[in-house]
């Protein structure tokens, strides 16, 4: 069973930069498509970036590409999302999500498993 645990979040000024982690454990981490997502109350959980396990291509929301980039450190079997240039609009509970197999989903129900979440707020 995967288990996914984010960490890094927390209070910033907007303009600011944070960077989330996720870590990864019980299956093989190069079988698995990384996404991260938000959601604020009340809303969705809101797609923000995937990188596709079999060619490496990150695909961004057009709300954060430029500002936002995702990477993989496979040896230490852990994904991030460095958030830059922050704005009140970004705070919300991001989540990393795994997909088993290749493919760049932006869709909730295309991901296997979650991690619990972790709180980033932005102020003005």
């Known amino acids: 069973q995967v288990q996914l645990v984010e960490s890094g979040g927390g209070l910033v000024q907007a303009g600011g930069s944070l960077r989330l982690s996720c870590l990864f454990s019980g299956r093989t981490f190069n079988s698995h498509s990384m996404g991260w997502f938000r959601q604020v109350p009340g809303k969705d959980r809101e797609f923000v970036a995937v990188?596709?396990?079999?060619?490496?291509?990150?695909t961004y929301a057009d709300s954060v590409k430029g500002r936002f980039t995702s990477s993989r450190a496979v040896t230490k079997e852990t994904v991030y999302l460095q958030m830059n240039s922050l704005k009140p609009e970004d705070t919300a509970v991001y989540y990393c999500a795994a997909r088993r197999g290749p493919g760049a989903g932006i869709g909730t129900d295309e991901y296997n498993y979650w991690g619990q979440g972790t709180q980033v707020t932005v102020s003005s």
């Open positions: 990188e596709n396990w079999s060619d490496g291509r990150i």
